[in-house]
């Protein structure tokens, strides 16, 4: 098993990443949401990485990745995650993203084929929704104004079910303090790019399994993310219950085992003698 922290250039900027499993296995990359971090994906990397090798990175910005000097759009975001993968030498991966990190994902998975096997998709749409601009100048304004622990605040509130909020839930304050820690040109830089985007072509023309994730009380999101699946020769669409923005933090049980049923269904299975043994085999579809 190698599990490292490590910075890395690529396309220009220095990136914080992690690796976690075992040399040899198959791997799955995580991309992230705004004003969160590799860390989000924790519970993840906990259950897959004994069969899967995983690779986490902080999207410009954010974390301790480096922050740009000029705004972000998706094209840039897509080559930031293509130019790690080839760093790596990794190709034919699972690429899984959150919000942010689910629209780069699927842009990578339409730019890149070589280096997506399967996308999962968590809580993003595929292009700014109607009022989006102004609402993301709404938040841009706020934290330039009041500072990003006031963004944090109103964020967290927007993220979490009802239930969760009410009930206090242990991520809460994690997922605060990723927010309140991003760097605000970081966040302003990232924001820019969901401002005005629109990815909704590039979906008929994807040749990959896509699993689209949405939580039950993220708004509009689950109705989008359903309709968006129409739109994609291979997909399906799961609902988390009682889950908001980040189900992956949030439910990561339920987040999980649709992923695990997905995996198994479309991505060949890899056994190892041991977690620690990178000797593996691929398991016919049964």
Same mark, same amino acid.
């Given at each position: ?17 992690? #690796? ?5 296995? @198959? ?20 259950? $897959? ?18 922050? @740009?000097?000029?705004?972000?759009? $998706? ?12 760093? $790596?030498?990794?190709? =034919? ?25 399967? !996308?999962?998709?968590?809580? =993003? ?5 109607? =009022? ?7 938040? #841009? ?9 006031? $963004?944090?605040?109103?964020? !967290? ?52 399994? !896509?699993?689209?994730?949405? =939580? ?15 739109? #994609? ?6 609902? #988390? ?41 691929? !398991? @016919?579809?049964?």
């Amino acid at each position: 098993m190698s599990d490292e922290t490590q910075t890395v250039r690529a396309n220009v900027l220095l990136f914080h990443c992690r #690796i976690d499993g075992p040399e040899g296995a @198959p791997w799955l990359v995580f991309s992230n949401s705004l004003v969160t971090d590799l860390s989000v994906w924790d519970a993840q990397v906990a259950a $897959f990485a004994g069969r899967y090798r995983t690779l986490r990175y902080d999207q410009r910005g954010h974390g301790g990745t480096e922050v @740009p000097a000029e705004p972000a759009n $998706f094209e840039v975001l897509a080559n930031d995650a293509a130019a790690l993968m080839d760093h $790596f030498g990794i190709r =034919g991966a699972v690429v899984a993203g959150v919000s942010m990190g689910a629209a780069t994902a699927l842009l990578l998975a339409a730019r890149r084929p070589d280096l997506v096997s399967a !996308v999962v998709a968590s809580d =993003g749409q595929a292009a700014t929704a109607p =009022g989006g601009a102004q609402a993301w100048q709404d938040r #841009i304004d706020l934290a330039r104004e009041k500072g990003m622990e006031a $963004f944090a605040d109103a964020t !967290v509130k927007r993220w979490f079910s009802p239930a969760s909020v009410s009930a206090a839930h242990p991520a809460i304050p994690r997922v605060r303090r990723m927010i309140a820690t991003t760097a605000e040109p970081g966040f302003v830089a990232c924001a820019r790019a969901l401002q005005s985007y629109d990815l909704r072509a590039e979906l008929p023309a994807l040749r990959q399994p !896509v699993l689209l994730i949405a =939580g039950e009380t993220d708004g509009a999101m689950p109705a989008t993310m359903r309709a968006m699946a129409t739109s #994609i020769p291979d997909a399906r669409f799961v609902e #988390i219950s009682a889950a908001g923005h980040l189900p992956c933090i949030e439910a990561p049980g339920p987040f999980n085992a649709a992923v695990e049923a997905f995996l198994a269904e479309k991505v060949p299975r890899i056994e190892f003698a041991s977690p620690d043994d990178p000797t593996a085999k691929a !398991v @016919p579809e049964a």
